[in-house]
T-cell receptor
Framework: GAVVSQHPSWVICKSGTSVKIECRSL??????MFWYRQFPKQSLMLMAT?????????EQGVEKDKFLINHASLTLSTLTVTSAHPEDSSFYIC???????????FGDGTRLSIL | GQNIDQPTEMTATEGAIVQINCTYQ??????LFWYQQHAGEAPTFLSY??LDGLEEKGRFSSFLSRSKGYSYLLLKELQMKDSASYLC??????????WGAGTKLIIKP
């Protein structure tokens, strides 16, 4: 149980393109979903937390106009990187949990490369 | 402030036992989590402790002492595939996970 699917796994695109990443909880209802970014050999960095039906809460330093998060249902959240630039290249990982006290379960991540 | 401390890197031998320690200071406490992350992959959930004591799950065990703000992950009969980073995370009073930087475990034959 507790399977989270993230799509796509890899994205390579030109600078200035907007990229949408989907995160789905397949066998449970995700009250809360999280978006992380991880640069090579560095720690997980939480970007934002989203609860179904409400606006995402962004961590300090994360531009909400650049990283658009939508959590329209209990099984789907999307992250759109708008007008992506090479410095946005990173490993983006979503996670989801059901009840507040439950562990987060991670998707497989999306490797984003902006040329 | 909130803080999670764990060693940056550890080395162990295949077949041996290794203990990865974690100390935490968070605003409130709703449990301690351990995750495994292989290089280039997303983390996977290993264990959750909310009460003091040892939780055993196969070759992996996790221990918690709330009074000391301390946990450890114990890995027995180490295999080469156990080479990974091990992330300690404490859940605070708002049910938010505070992550440690991870311990990179290197297994040598």
């Amino acid at each position: 149980g507790a399977v989270v699917s993230q799509h796509p796994s890899w994205v390579i695109c030109k600078s200035g393109t907007s990229v949408k990443i989907e995160c789905r909880s397949l066998d449970f209802q995700a009250t809360t979903m999280f978006w992380y970014r991880q640069f090579p050999k560095q720690s997980l960095m939480l970007m934002a937390t989203s609860n179904e039906g409400s606006k995402a809460t962004y961590e300090q330093g994360v531009e909400k106009d650049k990283f658009l998060i939508n959590h329209a249902s209990l099984t789907l959240s999307t992250l759109t990187v708008t007008s992506a630039h090479p410095e946005d290249s990173s490993f983006y990982i979503c996670s989801a949990k059901g009840r507040e006290y439950e562990p987060q379960h991670f998707g497989d991540g999306t490797r984003l490369s902006i040329l | 402030g909130q803080n999670i401390d764990q060693p940056t890197e550890m080395t162990a031998t295949e077949g041996a036992i290794v203990q990865i320690n974690c100390t935490y200071q968070t605003s409130g406490f709703n449990g301690l989590f351990w995750y495994q992350q292989h290089a280039g992959e997303a983390p996977t959930f290993l264990s959750y402790n909310v009460l003091d004591g040892l939780e055993e799950k196969g070759r992996f065990s996790s221990f918690l002492s709330r009074s000391k703000g301390y946990s450890y992950l114990l890995l027995k009969e180490l295999q080469m595939k156990d080479s990974a980073s091990y992330l300690c995370a404490s859940m605070d009073s708002n049910y938010q996970l505070i992550w440690g930087a991870g311990t990179k475990l290197i297994i040598k034959p």
